[in-house]
């Protein structure tokens, strides 16, 4: 939460603080607020799906109270803003505040030494280990992995979280040890996404995926899973491809996997992608006209 000093005096804060933004407006203590959705909201998507009832429905309703009262919604993707607008009347502005650098996440950053270390093909997936969702969608893929006709390496980095060790059960249960691999979180994933042949996004919830766009920018196709604002990002047969099912990925996985000229052609063109829309000062340039039109 950050506080914009005057001439604007307009408190900016994510939807899970949003709560105190309502009330200090209530009680007069500011004139106004905005509120950035991204990911972690109750009252757009239900992550978990396992409270339903009466407790869910109060969420909705008290969440969705939060964000009508303010005085702009700042929407990470354009199909977040389309479900939003199903259910306040507040005006929505389309913000991308996951561009990325493309002088970080390059190419060049490919290290022949560590990608020699791992069988090919090298894919790699950044999740959250705290998302049920996000953590389902790789373990529906496993089973799959392992009746997968091919020699590979699938690295999984994320922040560690509430499903980290089910995932890490279902890969010693479908014997994919050595195969399937969770380094966790890493500094240096720049060099890994570089140096992989691909990147590869399984997940049942994703507003918008920063690590698609690092991916892109670092030079690799992405197979995806067809969800959200995911579309957005990577544009199907152009810089990767969107599936799905488990059984689309795959099919990918397997394409992809078997032609080097088709990955390095996805590749440069999802580079070339993430340079023309989605840098850093290309972010900067839509908070500005979204923060004139708020106000």
Known sequence: MRLLMKPTNVLITSEIYGFFAY???RLGIIPHYIIRVGGD??????TEGFIGGPIEASCDIFFSSILEEADALWAISNALKTCLEKKVSTPI????????DPEKFTPNKMNKGLSSKFVHPLFVTITNFNFYMKVRAILDLLPLM???NLDFTWLIFGQPGKYEEMCRNEIMKNQLAGKVIMLGHIKEIDVYLASCDFYLHPTYFESLSRSILEAEASGRPVIASS????????EHGHTG???KTPAQIMKYIRLLSEDQE???RLGKNA?????RNFTHRMAAEELARAMNSSM
Do not use: M, Q
């Open 41 to 46: 909201r109750w009252a757009v998507h239900r």
């Open 262 to 264: 088709l990955r390095e």
């Open 271 to 275: 580079r070339e992608l993430v340079k």
């Open 227 to 234: 969800i959200e604002g995911i579309p957005e990002i990577v």
């Open 146 to 148: 392992k009746e997968l």
């Open 241 to 243: 491809f969107l599936a």
């Open 93 to 100: 502005f389309v913000i991308r505040y996951t561009g990325v």
């Open 23 to 25: 009330s200090a407006k």
